[in-house]
C-alpha cells in the first residue's frame, strides 16, 4: 500500500494515512488523524464531506453539546474527549465522502497486512512478560492482571482483542470476495493472517471477544447469503460453546469468570445509580470515572464497562437523541445498499461488527477508544460507496 501511494488521489493518501494510523500506539495515531483533518480542512474536502453526508450536523451539534456538559460538572477528561469524538466521526465522514470500492479492497487489504505487524508486536510483547517473570522457555500462559497480557498498539488487551475481531471479520469479507473469484492462494493467505490473529486474540486473554466473534461471524454471514458457511461456523460455534462448559480450563481466565461478572454489576449499579439523578444530559464522556469516588465501595475504573449502559450514564437521553439521526441515517442508507445487492459481503460485514460490537459491549465498553471506533465508523460508514445521497 505504502508503495502505491503515489499514484492514489490527494483524498486517497490521507485516506491511507488514516488506515495506517490505526497501527501505532494511541497518541501518534491522534495525531496523525488531527493532521490529515486540518489537510483535509484547508483543502475543503472535509466541509464538502458534513455538507454531502446525511445527518452529519448533528456530529458537531452532539460535540458541542457534551463540551458544555462536561464543563458545568467539571468534568475535564471528558471535555478532552469529546473532541476526540469529535475526530473519530469527521474521520468517517472523510471516507464516507471519498472510499471508492477500488481504494475500500486495497485498504481493507492493507489491514489485513499490518494486522500481522500487530499480531508481531503483540508476540514480543508475550515473550518480555513471560521472561519478567523468569520464564525463558517455551510456555503457554495468560495471566490475569491487565498488564501482563498483550495489547500491541492498543493500550489495553481488551481493545486489543476488539480490534483483532475487527480484523478477523474483515478477513472472512476478503475470503467471501475471493470464494466469488475462486482465488485458492488468496483463501489460504487470508485464512493465515487469520489464524494468526486467533492465536494472539487468545493471549490478549479476552473472554468476552471469542462469543462477540464467533456472533458477529454467524450474522455476517448469513447476510452475506453465504448459507452453508454459516451453517459451518454455527455448528462450530455451538460445539466451542459445550466444550467451553465441559472443559472451562481450556479458555484462558475463564475460572474466574464469576469474580469478574461480580465486578462488572458493581460497576453498573454506581452508573445506573448517576444516571438516575442525571437522567438527561449525563456528565459528559468518561463520566463514570469522573464520578465514581463519590460512590461507596464503587469499582475505580474509566467506564460503566457496558455499551449500553455507558452512553446512557455519560450523554443522557438528549445527548443520545442529539447523535441518534446520523446513525439512523446510516441504517437507512445500509438498508438502501442491502436492497440493492450490490455487495452482500460487505452488508454482511458491517452488520457483523455491529453484533461484535454490542455483544462485545455487553461486559465491556472496547468500543469507546481511538483505534476501535475509528475502525468501525469507517467501515459502518462504507456503505455510502453504493448509495451516494447528495442531502446533506
Not at 468501525?376 to 460507496?385: A, C, E, T
Amino acid at each position: 500500500m505504502i508503495e502505491q501511494l503515489k499514484n492514489y488521489h490527494e483524498q486517497e493518501k490521507l485516506m491511507a494515512l488514516i488506515i495506517l494510523s490505526l497501527f501505532v500506539p494511541m497518541i501518534p495515531s491522534i495525531i496523525i488523524m488531527l493532521i490529515v483533518l486540518i489537510i483535509a480542512l484547508r483543502k475543503g474536502y472535509l466541509q464538502s464531506a458534513y455538507h454531502h453526508t446525511k445527518a452529519s450536523r448533528f456530529v458537531l451539534i452532539f460535540g458541542v453539546l457534551e463540551m458544555i456538559v462536561s464543563l458545568f460538572y467539571r468534568n475535564f477528561p471528558g471535555f478532552g474527549f469529546c473532541f476526540l469524538i469529535v475526530i473519530f466521526f469527521s474521520v468517517a465522514i472523510f471516507f464516507r465522502e471519498y472510499l471508492t470500492e477500488a481504494f475500500f479492497e486495497k485498504m481493507t487489504k492493507a489491514i489485513l497486512i499490518l494486522s500481522v505487524i500487530a499480531a508481531l508486536a503483540g508476540f514480543i510483547q508475550y515473550i518480555v512478560i513471560l521472561q519478567s517473570f523468569h520464564i525463558h522457555e517455551p510456555l503457554l500462559v495468560v495471566f490475569n492482571t491487565p498488564m501482563h497480557r498483550i495489547n500491541a498498539f492498543y493500550f489495553n488487551s481488551n481493545y486489543y482483542a476488539m480490534m483483532i475481531n475487527f480484523f478477523i471479520g474483515i478477513g472472512f469479507y476478503k475470503i467471501l470476495k475471493a470464494i466469488q473469484k475462486k482465488r485458492v492462494k488468496t483463501i489460504l493467505g487470508i485464512l493465515a493472517i487469520i489464524l494468526i490473529n486467533m492465536f494472539a486474540l487468545y493471549l490478549s486473554g479476552c473472554r468476552t471477544a471469542w462469543p462477540a466473534l464467533a456472533l458477529g461471524l454467524i450474522v455476517m454471514l448469513f447476510f452475506a447469503k453465504f448459507y452453508k458457511l454459516f451453517a459451518g461456523i454455527a455448528v462450530l460455534s455451538a460445539g466451542g460453546a459445550g466444550l467451553m462448559a465441559t472443559h472451562p480450563q481450556l479458555i484462558s481466565r475463564f475460572s474466574n469468570i464469576h469474580k469478574y461478572i461480580g465486578v462488572r454489576r458493581n460497576i453498573w449499579r454506581v452508573a445506573i445509580l448517576n444516571i438516575k439523578s442525571h437522567p438527561l444530559f449525563g456528565e459528559g464522556p468518561m463520566t463514570y470515572w469522573h464520578i465514581y469516588k463519590n460512590y461507596k465501595h464503587a469499582h475505580p475504573t474509566q467506564h460503566a464497562h457496558n455499551v449500553f449502559i455507558d452512553p446512557v450514564l455519560s450523554f443522557g437521553i438528549v445527548g443520545i437523541c442529539t447523535i441518534a439521526p446520523y446513525f439512523i441515517t446510516s441504517i437507512a442508507g445500509l438498508h438502501r445498499m442491502h436492497k440493492k445487492h450490490c455487495n452482500d459481503a460487505l452488508v454482511g460485514l458491517i452488520i457483523g461488527m455491529i453484533v461484535m460490537t454490542l455483544v462485545h459491549g455487553l461486559l465491556d465498553y472496547t468500543i469507546f477508544f481511538v483505534h476501535t471506533a475509528t475502525l468501525f465508523l469507517i467501515i459502518m460508514g462504507s456503505f455510502d460507496m453504493y448509495t451516494k445521497d447528495t442531502e446533506a
